[in-house]
Nanobody, 114 residues
Framework: QVQLVESGGGLVQPGGSLRLSCAAS????????MAWYRQAPGKQRELVAI???????NYADSVKGRFTISRDNAKNTAYLQMNSLKPEDTAVYYC????????WGQGTQVTVSS
């Protein structure tokens, strides 16, 4: 069983930045594909960014050029650097680990508002 703990959410003004972190338990973190999803009120959960076990990232079109996903295998942690935030980025952000099955964190709220 893999446990994922997100941190770093909060309230930020439009144009601001936040960095989310996702700390994973276990000793095979390096084998996981790691991803960030988000779910806004009344909407379906959507994929924001994913990074493979070998470090290749991919992004949703809506966040390309603004968000950066990364991972530190030595720290068992994945990150999502979010810049130039917009009100439409407001959502609960969830960390996902995939290795034979999906694991999810509890979510962290990101609110972009003036």
């Amino acid at each position: 069983q893999v446990q994922l703990v997100e941190s770093g959410g909060g309230l930020v003004q439009p144009g601001g930045s936040l960095r989310l972190s996702c700390a994973a338990s276990g000793n095979i973190f390096r084998l996981y594909a790691m991803a960030w999803y988000r779910q806004a009120p009344g909407k379906q959960r959507e994929l924001v960014a994913i990074i493979t076990s070998t470090g290749t990232p991919n992004y949703a079109d809506s966040v390309k050029g603004r968000f950066t996903i990364s991972r530190d295998n030595a720290k068992n942690t994945a990150y999502l650097q979010m810049n130039s935030l917009k009100p439409e980025d407001t959502a609960v952000y969830y960390c996902n680990a995939r290795y034979s099955q999906d694991y999810w964190g509890q979510g962290t709220q990101v609110t972009v508002s003036s």
